[in-house]
T-cell receptor, first 118, second 109 residues
Framework: DTEVTQTPKHLVMGMTNKKSLKCEQH?????MYWYKQKAKKPPELMFV???????INESVPSRFSPECPNSSLLNLHLHALQPEDSALYLC?????????????????FGPGTRLTVL | GEDVEQSLFLSVREGDSSVINCTYT??????LYWYKQEPGAGLQLLTY?????DMKQDQRLTVLLNKKDKHLSLRIADTQTGDSAIYFC?????????FGAGTRLTVKP
């Protein structure tokens, strides 16, 4: 199984809502990533988890709160988002290697959650 | 600050070679990556090169690195219609990953 799954596929939320994005992989990967990609723009790395610990936080606002409850799951909790946070949110996983999780040899990406904030 | 730069568009005929170029920002970048994104699809890590290498070949893909000019290129041999996609280069500097704007490759039959 070389699949990374993300739920939901689409999410529409108001600025006062609290919602969560979920990502799951069963490849035994110990590094997991969140990226944000706005329309017609390149991806932006948000967070990197290594062995369930947050290793990289790319100065992301606190209204985005990641969580890695176990080695297969990665969540992104959303609260008080702004319309400019509307984007495609991509999750990825990779095998840990001798370097840090930021330098993957391979990465497997999920299809993304398309988020619209009204 | 400086941006990772890529040409926005490239069009080639099927069977030709494609060369996608990238200029990165920091000579201390340790790893440089190429990602592919097909329309409506997720991202795919294609290949990467470590900064102490000049070239890396992986089947139809050849990555060339010129550290002096901070120039990275991706050559796709025998380009196929399935190679039509947006290609992003990315550098990693001091735990920060920076992507270029992406080059849209169109392959004409």
């Amino acid at each position: 199984d070389t699949e990374v799954t993300q739920t939901p596929k689409h999410l529409v939320m108001g600025m006062t809502n609290k919602k969560s994005l979920k990502c799951e992989q069963h490849m035994g990967h110990r590094a997991m990533y969140w990226y944000k990609q706005k329309a017609k723009k390149p991806p932006e790395l948000m967070f990197v988890y290594s062995y369930e610990k947050l290793s990289i936080n790319e100065s992301v606002p606190s209204r985005f709160s990641p969580e890695c409850p176990n080695s297969s799951l990665l969540n992104l909790h959303l609260h008080a988002l702004q319309p400019e946070d509307s984007a495609l949110y991509l999750c990825a996983s990779s095998q840990e290697n001798s370097r840090a999780a930021l330098y993957p040899d391979t990465q497997y990406f999920g299809p993304g959650t398309r988020l619209t904030v009204l | 600050g400086e941006d990772v730069e890529q040409s926005l568009f490239l069009s080639v005929r099927e069977g030709d070679s494609s060369v996608i170029n990238c200029t990165y920002t920091d000579s201390s970048s340790t790893y440089l990556y190429w990602y592919k994104q097909e329309p409506g699809a997720g991202l795919q890590l294609l290949t990467y090169i470590f900064s102490n290498m000049d070239m890396k070949q992986d089947q139809r893909l050849t990555v060339l690195l010129n550290k002096k000019d901070k120039h990275l290129s991706l050559r796709i041999a025998d380009t196929q219609t399935g190679d039509s996609a947006i290609y992003f280069c990315a550098e990693i500097v001091h735990n920060d990953m920076r992507f270029g704007a992406g080059t849209r490759l169109t392959v004409k039959p």
